[in-house]
């Protein structure tokens, strides 16, 4: 039996708009209950949140509450500790996603290198990133203390300091304190992504390099760099939006410091501490919009960044 071939732009165009519509369908009926699911799980409690910023509720009483409609978040802007949360979380979410990237690149490239043991080399470098947050918090917290901490010994030990210092509660290192501990929790991250995206390089260009004689330090710029540039604004865009969210490793490793508060922290303060339910769903819908403004702007960035480069 002679079985006939036909090319793809042999088909007809109405059965091609037939295919296409048939496959929307198919992806919607698969998505359906994984829409389902989020709006049950993510839409009802952001309704419930933004309905609440609204209102003067109390977690004493929750159900006696009346409409304050925008005033909750009239105070909010005008509350100095908002600002300084939000400072803090800018500036530990600069701070971090720089320092993750380079380190992660740099692991990444060594990792993509050959040598022997490779592979339980790679295995070992996920190890800080399989480690519950609220464990390495802790862990940190124990290297940070001033009593008895590692850290303190080593810096003393080395004649960088002559007395022990607070590193959790001291507001001139307190965040530096929180970002070293998020830096190395989440590098492995940064390194995983961007290996992924090493290891499918073609290795056709770095051979034409070496004939050419060109420098690695060129070869790097000029061809790696470029061709990881999209994995590399995935990782950064999740991330960012990681970091601005941070709460559990504040909140165990400094949680009472008005210098690491982030945005999360002074929501879980107003709505936990103080029992202000309203005051505290304010600060979270002001959060959550924060984020989602971040996350259209990265991904506008990368997607004009990415445009442009096929352009040119």
Same mark, same amino acid.
């Given at each position: ?11 007809p ?15 919607w ?58 400072k ?6 600069l /701070? ?6 380079? =380190?992660?690149? $740099? !692991?990444?490239?060594? %990792?993509? +290198?050959h ?11 996920m ?6 947050t609220?464990?390495?918090a802790?862990?940190?917290?124990w290297?940070?203390n ?11 030990g080395?004649g ?11 507001p ?20 995983l992504l ?10 056709e ?10 420098h ?8 790696? /760099? ?6 590399? =604004?995935?990782? $950064? !865009?999740?991330?960012? %939006?990681? +970091? ?31 029992q ?34 096929k352009?040119?």
């Amino acid at each position: 039996m002679e079985v006939k071939t036909v090319a793809v732009d042999e088909i007809p165009e109405e059965h091609e708009s037939f295919l296409t519509r048939q496959r929307v369908r198919s992806a919607w009926l698969f998505l359906t209950p994984m829409i389902i699911v989020l709006l049950l799980v993510a839409g009802w409690p952001l309704i419930r949140t933004i309905y609440f910023s609204m209102t003067d509720a109390s977690l004493s009483d929750i159900e006696a509450h009346q409409f304050i409609w925008f005033t909750n978040f009239k105070y909010l802007l005008t509350d100095p500790d908002w600002w300084v949360a939000v400072k803090n979380t800018l500036v530990f979410t600069l /701070l971090s996603v720089s320092l993750e990237v380079t =380190l992660g690149l $740099v !692991i990444a490239l060594a %990792l993509n +290198a050959h040598m022997p043991g490779r592979g339980l080399l790679r295995a070992s470098v996920m190890i800080p990133w399989a480690i519950p947050t609220i464990v390495s918090a802790q862990m940190w917290n124990w290297m940070f203390n001033d009593f008895y901490g590692v850290i303190n010994v080593m810096l003393m030990g080395a004649g960088f300091i002559d007395q022990p210092i607070a590193w959790t509660a001291d507001p001139d290192f307190s965040l530096w304190a929180v970002v070293i501990a998020d830096v190395w929790k989440t590098t492995p991250f940064m390194a995983l992504l961007i290996l992924a995206a090493l290891q499918v390089l073609p290795s056709e260009c770095y051979e034409a390099a070496k004939v050419d004689g060109i420098h690695p330090l060129r070869v790097f710029f000029k061809v790696t /760099l470029p061709l990881i540039k999209p994995a590399l =604004l995935v990782a $950064v !865009i999740f991330r960012c %939006l990681d +970091a601005l969210r941070i709460f559990d490793l504040i909140y165990v490793l400094a949680s009472g410091s008005r210098s690491t508060m982030s945005m999360s922290i002074y929501a879980r303060q107003q709505l936990v501490d103080f029992q202000d339910v309203g005051y505290g769903s304010a600060a979270s819908t002001l959060l959550f919009l924060i984020i989602a403004f971040a996350t259209v702007l990265l991904l506008t960035i990368g997607k004009v960044k990415l445009d442009g480069e096929k352009k040119a």
